[in-house]
């Protein structure tokens, strides 16, 4: 289930990285869709984790977008993330998010640049984290 999720997620991320920088609503009502539908047939829906993560999502992606940090979509991408992973390893998944969008500020800043789109960080994050066995 979570290797269909980062897809959306890295679709997302190109989307992110045009000129442009809109992404379309689709992928996130996919991206939920996928998440409940692949709950309920694989007979492991744990609606209490896959809500309490999505809700995680949704606090920490309305705080930072009130920043001004990330964008709307970036909120509505990590709620579907959020409800990916659950409750128990959305702290987890968030750390390495972190990381990554730690590195591609500083990235952005050292060659110059103010702004950077956020998604590709979100989704190499998301990435790193299946990979080390989130």
Do not use: C, H
């Amino acid at each position: 289930m979570l290797w269909v999720s980062l897809v959306l997620v890295f679709i997302a991320a190109g989307y992110d990285l045009r000129a442009d920088r809109q992404i379309p609503n689709w992928i996130s009502i996919v991206l939920v869709g996928w998440v409940v539908t692949a709950s309920v047939y694989s007979g492991e829906a744990e609606w209490t984790s896959l809500l309490l993560g999505g809700s995680v999502g949704l606090i920490l992606g309305l705080f930072l977008f009130r920043l001004g940090g990330i964008g709307g979509a970036d909120v509505k991408l990590l709620v579907g993330i959020g409800a990916s992973v659950g409750f128990e390893q959305i702290f987890s998944l968030l750390f390495y998010i972190g990381v990554a969008g730690g590195i591609a500020a500083l990235w952005t800043v050292l060659r110059g640049g103010r702004e950077f789109a956020y998604l590709p960080a979100m989704a190499l994050g998301f990435l790193i984290f299946l990979l080390v066995g989130g």
